[in-house]
């Protein structure tokens, strides 16, 4: 196609051709001695132009007033190739016109040099003649720039010489490469020296005498006060010079070492490392910095010699650390009750910027309190004589919305703990996401997850008063997904609430096989809860319907007794959280047929079980914290067994540390000693925050829990048992396990063994079976330890270590 274009442009420039040779030849006439061929290349060089070539021929052919036209020695084949545009158009062209083509040399403008070994010469265009014939080419010699024909190719190869360096070339180039390194790398050094040089402190080199508030001039001493009241940063300790272990430990982990600036930077992990060499370049870090870098630097400590040695700590927050890790339907509550509310309201998880930057300082507080001098209390005789309050636990049970959190909301309203403008403030906000029933269940879903879903999700604690108790609510979530956070609440109960959906399908639904009515009752009474009130809930909802209410207990009441619930330890209250009815205050005109106690006067006369006040400690931890700048370490949980004072030594299991109480707190009131039965939060100190996580437990060194890998336990099973994978839950505490083997089934009435070695246990059926932990050296559970076991989201059986 394109080969018949230009076959059809060069019968067009064979017209132009002919007519431009035949006006050259009229205005030359015959002087000129100039053949046919050399007038036709003039034309097609200028394209026809008839003057310019005119002009060119003339310039040619007069006698020689430039010597830099004389013609030019012909160059050979190969350097026409070099002008290959040109010169293969016009052979082409003078084959097509059956002109023997001839080399056309003495060209204007032709550059005889790039044909020739490509730029060996520099020549200006001027020198070759390249303007001579054009107007723009009168410019002074002095005011012409240089056109310099660049070397496509190096020198040699092909066109000479080996293409090889010569031997001192390459002892050069090496040597000027490695100048060039060499610079490099001083620079860099210089710019990490002068980084460390900027954050080194101003202050003299010689060593730090204590300084005095009063000494101090105001401003100082206001920067002092500052650093003491937010940071607590500086700890006078006087610290041993060299640490050759872990620095040796952490060279061997890779963290490159402290007096090699370019390994040094990686050290910034999260790992515990000192660097006494390299730091005397280094000072205290700014405000900024630490603001900056979190909680990563953690404690600095300086030594007498001014030679500050930074411990930097990458402790995992609670919230990081997970029980459980194995994938399974319980991952998703593991994952909410690591960022859940927990017990302690106070640590609230938030994502809003200035609490982030609060809880980056709690996280700089170091440990520096001294502990108190233990005061030898005996806890038990201060118990006895203490005229404090009964105090109980319940845990709230009950299918997913049963109407537990609203009924619970609505109790802390009536009894005053929440104030009117918080219950309308509620409202207001539930309403704007359309959810406005639920402003009474915000009082105790307070994460913004479980308000949007209207779900929840993690035990939720409150406190209340009547005149003779001290009650903690323990609002489990009733969504299938967070059974094992309702272990976790009813593992620290003293007595159940069980809130029934009265309206039409819903009791129902609740009740049916896999409904959470009948799988938290029995979990409740198979972690040892005997006591249980059923709130029958929501009877505004079925125009307060006393056959409801009747038709409902009675199902109930066969239900419980054969879960083991006896009629003495069983209640039956009906009741409308949403409206109020029957909670606080009774609902005698809505209810005429109901002369019974209302919920408030059925939990006090509940009466919490007989504490191991006696039996050596057992705290099973809820969550670990950070309690503010003066108790960097914390945790909360209720006392199992036995009784614990301020300055006691601690030992946390699995981790086998051990830590010291500096502070209880019951109540959020602060308390010299504590029994089993009480919720409390312990500061500690002497451990690390790494070391204890919820589900761990705290003993007395005295008698110790041994971990065990592999136990018996009689269970009542939920589902199909056979020698399988399950996971382990006790409280907060989760492992992955394995049923090894059925020992034997039991009659439920007489105990005596029904089956030796079944190959499998039906639901319902009591048996004795020997559990493994898979994963790690064990768990902190010893006899008469009550666990769960679960396998893919469900409840399989609930039983005792035997
Ligand atoms: N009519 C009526 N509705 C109620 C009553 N109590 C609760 N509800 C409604 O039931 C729905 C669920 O209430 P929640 O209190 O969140 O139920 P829940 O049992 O705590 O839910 P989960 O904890 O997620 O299982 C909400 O829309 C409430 O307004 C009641 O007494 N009467």
Redesign the pocket.
Known sequence: MSRHKNIRNLDLHAGQLRKGLAQVRKTLGTEIPVTDKEIQESLWYYYFDVSKTINYILSQHAPAENPKAKPQPQPSRKAQKGTSGISFSLSSYMAHEHVCASPRTNLPGCLPGIGQGHGSEKKTATELGFFRDCPWGNVPEHRRGEIIVERIHPRGGLLGGSGKMSKLAALAKARKEKAVAEKKQDGEEKASVSLLARLAPKAPARAPTPISKSSLPPTQESKQEIKQKTKQVIMPEPQPEAEPEKIAAASSQGLGHPEDPKTFFPILKDKSIYMPQFTSLLGSPSSFALSFFGERISTIKMNTTNQETFAISGAPTAAQAKAFSEPSPDDIVIAAQSGSKGLNNARKKTDKPVEKIEAAVQAMAIDNAPVKTRKKIDVLEEFKNAKTKESANFVVI?H????????MGRLLYDCGVIDERTIQKFKAEAEKIGKS??HF?WVLDQTDEERSR???MDIATNHFSTASTNFTILDA???RDFVPNMIAGASQADFAVL?LDASTGAFESGFQNNGQTREHTLLARAIGISRIIVAV??L??VNWNHDRYIEITQQMSHFLSNAGFSSDSTSFVPC????GANIVHDARDKMPWYNGPTLIQTLESSKPQSRGISSPLRITINDVFRGGIQNPVSISGRIEAGSLQVADTLLTLPSKESATVKGIEINEQSSEWAVAGHNVTLHLSGIDIIHLKPGDVMCSPESPIVPLSCFDLKILSLETITPMLVGIHRGRLNASGRVVSLLESIDKTTGKTLKKKPRHVSPGVIARIKVEVTLGAGIPVEKGNKLVLRLGGKTVAAGIVE
């Not at 997913?400 to 009924?407: F, I, P």
């Not at 409308?576 to 409206?579: A, E, N, Y």
């Open positions: 009950g997913v919305d049963a109407g537990k959190s609203t009924l029933s639920f269940a209207g779900v929840t979530p009733g969504h809130v809930n929501k505004d909802a409308s959280g949403l409206t």
